[in-house]
């Protein structure tokens, strides 16, 4: 494909939009792009196409165990995004891969990924998911104006998610109109189209939503929702996800987020992904920026 075009993605299939395509034996490319509303690339589509990528390079069974990025620079979605693949170590029980992300010579993102064997080994879970509505007992985005009314009316809360999923947030007048008492929230999230049975896919699907929504729950506490693009500037600086479980991603997750800290206009919020079934898939850390509009960025 020729690097200066791109196909258009229906926005509603997460599967088509993931896809790469081999340039050469360490370099492939994304075949369309998600615009993040601002003429950027989704990082989230970033995080998953880097973790597929170096999938790609690794021989074998082995899962992802972790993945870590560094946000440079920002990808427009005019054109394509190379991923290049660098071996680091293939050993006894890891893989681990670096993914530059380039775009017109320009690094987007940094990763590195790890990738280990399936081990028989002791195992904990320490922190025991907490009790919230199931999804059903939430009213959708495009349901809450006129559900709630209010402060919610006249507003389309659609448009507050994307198009691929759908959104479900736990106490909703918390986040959206006021601010949350804690630097916490929850929210269900599930993709409207399924995806493959490849466990790879889901993989990266996972990644792609681990960029979506979590630094809300720094963001709420400042300010709603509802203001938070007119008021602040916002973009993510580094991420962490950290796999525990195989699953799928495209049936309901509910994401538990909190935020430890926010200093010099940079919040770190930290998030547990469950299945439906309470089995916790991956732990996320993400930092972000976040500054008043009036401040330079």
């Keep these: 494909m020729d690097q200066s075009s791109l196909a258009e993605w229906n926005q509603l299939d997460l599967g088509d939009l993931l896809v790469l395509d081999q340039v050469d034996e360490s370099r492939f490319r994304n075949r369309c792009s998600e615009d ?54 293939d050993g006894k029980r890891f893989s681990s891969r670096r993914v530059v992300a380039k775009q017109a010579g320009r690094e987007a993102i940094s990763a590195h990924v790890t990738f280990a064997e399936d081990l028989e080994a002791a195992g904990h879970l320490a922190i025991p998911r907490m009790q919230y509505p199931a999804p059903d007992q939430l009213a959708a ?40 008492v ?11 189209v399924p ?37 602040a500037y916002i973009a993510s600086l580094n991420h962490s996800l950290w796999f525990h479980a195989s699953g799928r991603a495209d049936g309901w997750l509910l994401f538990e987020c909190e935020s430890g800290a926010m200093q010099q206009g940079r919040a770190l919020s930290q998030a547990r992904i469950y299945d439906a ?9 993400q930092e972000c920026l976040f ?7």
């Design 36 to 89: 993040n509303r601002n003429g950027r690339v989704f990082g989230g589509q970033l995080l998953a196409q880097a973790l597929l990528a170096a999938q790609r390079d690794v021989a074998g069974e082995r899962h992802p165990s972790s993945l870590q990025v560094i946000f440079m620079h920002g990808a427009g979605t005019a054109a394509a995004v190379d991923y290049l693949v660098e071996p680091l170590q």
């Design 141 to 180: 985005m495009s349901e809450l104006a006129s559900q709630k009314g209010g402060d919610f009316a006249g507003i389309d809360w659609a448009n507050y998610e994307k198009p691929c999923l759908e959104l479900r947030i736990v106490d909703p007048e918390h986040h959206l109109t006021g601010r949350c």
């Design 182 to 192: 804690a630097p916490r929230m929850a929210f269900w999230v599930r993709l409207r």
């Design 195 to 231: 995806l493959d049975d490849a466990p790879h896919t889901h993989n990266a699907a996972l990644a792609y939503l681990s960029d979506y929504w979590i630094n809300s729950a720094a963001i709420t506490h400042h300010i709603p929702a509802r203001d938070a693009h007119a008021a």
């Design 277 to 285: 079934a309470g089995v916790l898939l991956a732990s996320v850390a």
């Design 291 to 297: 500054v008043n509009r009036q401040q330079p960025a």
